[in-house]
T-cell receptor
Framework: AQSVTQLGSHVSVSEGALVLLRCNYS??????LFWYVQYPNQGLQLLLK??????LVKGINGFEAEFKKSETSFHLTKPSAHMSDAAEYFC????????????FGQGTTLQVKP | GAVVSQHPSRVICKSGTSVKIECRSL??????MFWYRQFPKQSLMLMAT?????????EQGVEKDKFLINHASLTLSTLTVTSAHPEDSSFYIC??????????????FGPGTRLTVL
């Protein structure tokens, strides 16, 4: 069975500081991994995805994530936080079968202080 | 990617009534859609996979008779919460599955529907 763990339900950074949101996965097969962002009362927007190509993945809004198989991690980073980055972030793993199901982590709330 | 809409965006109903939520794929013919529910400050929990022209596949623990899913066309799936109770109050989100690569599909999410049962 696959699973995703996001370390830290709440992360607070100052505007301009580095953003690091942690995600570790468990999978018996090479995974497909995703990061989504959710603003209040809205659906999810895809930030970036890893689908077994380059291990360093660049996404929208300046975010990037690195797939590290040895650490079973897929941490999300952004060099300089912006106030508009404040939102809920979800890491997810796909089971790679025809079902296409996504298994989500618990989510991390990012707070950006001025 | 696919553009997905949901209607209504929010609904308030009395306990015991039924509520229908629509999920539409506006620019893509979707054979597969997913329905999730999300409690406040929590993650998304998959409820069921909606397959066009066939019965939905429900996740373990989800009551099929309570959460009726109909995927009658390639652009519309509906979720009906029957005999709703306050504990059904939640944020319901649908997604559309689109083939994105040789071996994987990508999901595009609707904006969600906030259901409040009084």
């Amino acid at each position: 069975a696959q699973s995703v763990t996001q370390l830290g339900s709440h992360v607070s950074v100052s505007e301009g500081a580095l953003v690091l949101l942690r995600c570790n996965y468990s999978s018996s097969v090479p995974p497909y991994l995703f990061w989504y962002v959710q603003y209040p009362n809205q659906g999810l927007q895809l930030l970036l995805k890893y689908t077994s190509a380059a291990t360093l993945v660049k996404g929208i809004n300046g975010f990037e994530a690195e797939f590290k198989k040895s650490e079973t991690s897929f941490h999300l980073t952004k060099p300089s936080a912006h106030m508009s980055d404040a939102a809920e972030y979800f890491c997810a793993v796909s089971d790679r079968s025809n079902t296409g199901k996504l298994i989500f982590g618990q989510g991390t709330t990012l707070q950006v202080k001025p | 990617g696919a553009v997905v809409s949901q209607h209504p965006s929010r609904v308030i109903c009395k306990s015991g009534t039924s509520v229908k939520i629509e999920c539409r794929s506006l620019d893509f013919q979707a054979t597969t859609m997913f329905w999730y529910r999300q409690f406040p400050k929590q993650s998304l929990m998959l409820m069921a996979t909606s397959n066009e022209g066939s019965k939905a596949t429900y996740e373990q623990g989800v009551e099929k008779d309570k959460f009726l899913i109909n995927h009658a066309s390639l652009t519309l799936s509906t979720l009906t919460v029957t005999s709703a109770h306050p504990e059904d109050s939640s944020f319901y989100i649908c997604s559309v599955e689109e083939l994105a690569g040789a071996h994987y599909n990508e999901q595009f999410f609707g904006p969600g529907t906030r259901l409040t049962v009084l």
